[in-house]
T-cell receptor, first 117, second 111 residues
Framework: NAGVMQNPRHLVRRRGQEARLRCSPMKGHSHVYWYRQLPEEGLKFMVYLQKENIIDESGMPKERFSAEFPKEGPSILRIQQVVRGDSAAYFC???????????????FGDGTRLSIL | AQSVTQLGSHVSVSEGALVLLRCNYSSSVPPYLFWYVQYPNQGLQLLLKYTSAATLVKGINGFEAEFKKSETSFHLTKPSAHMSDAAEYFCAVSRASKIIFGSGTRLSIRP
């Protein structure tokens, strides 16, 4: 499967724990985007990364959330000290070119469903 | 600022009937517009995209959308609904490095 791979598909955490969500982009894609989907809502942009760089994090909460896309390995979305309100589906997308070429569609993974007990 | 508005959070049609899902955009410049479909517990799949080459855009699974600048609309249609079309549909506009999604329309198909 050469698509965007996210894992785990489902993640359960207790309040106060850390959640780590992983995303491997499509082969040949070096641009990664994270989105959050709350129940019964559309997707909301969180962050855009290229290898080793955060390009746009205007949608990231200021506290507890961080993202990285290292030179080797998958992109990681990290949520520290999770709270009930973090329960959502988190989607990763990738594209082959820079976001400024806005006609290029982003390819989405199947998401990670995060549940906070 | 660019955004999209989807009219109707839930649309129900009979199998074989016309599907019409509405989307209006607001943009100060010609936009790049997309329709995505989301099946339960899956990610988003691109149905079609508008990039100014043609106002009538054909996508996968028999869907198409027409860009109407005078109405700032990009409605999604399919002549004959199939049971497998039941899903959530999102209209979206591209802005710089991010995609702005509408709130979605859930399409139900009645046998």
């Amino acid at each position: 499967n050469a698509g965007v791979m996210q894992n785990p598909r489902h993640l359960v955490r207790r309040r106060g724990q850390e959640a780590r969500l992983r995303c491997s982009p499509m082969k040949g894609h070096s641009h990664v985007y994270w989105y959050r989907q709350l129940p019964e809502e559309g997707l909301k942009f969180m962050v855009y990364l290229q290898k080793e760089n955060i390009i746009d994090e205007s949608g990231m909460p200021k506290e507890r959330f961080s993202a990285e896309f290292p030179k080797e390995g998958p992109s990681i979305l990290r949520i520290q000290q999770v709270v009930r309100g973090d329960s959502a589906a988190y989607f990763c997308a990738s594209s082959p070119v820079q976001g400024q070429y806005s006609n290029q569609p982003q390819h989405f993974g199947d998401g990670t469903r995060l549940s906070i007990l | 600022a660019q955004s999209v508005t989807q009219l109707g959070s839930h649309v129900s049609v009979s199998e074989g009937a016309l599907v019409l899902l509405r989307c209006n955009y607001s943009s100060s410049v010609p936009p790049y517009l997309f329709w995505y479909v989301q099946y339960p517990n899956q990610g988003l799949q691109l149905l079609l995209k508008y990039t100014s080459a043609a106002t009538l855009v054909k996508g996968i699974n028999g869907f198409e959308a027409e860009f109407k600048k005078s109405e700032t609309s990009f409605h999604l249609t399919k002549p004959s609904a199939h049971m497998s079309d039941a899903a959530e549909y999102f209209c979206a506009v591209s802005r710089a490095s991010k995609i702005i999604f509408g709130s979605g329309t859930r399409l139900s198909i009645r046998p």
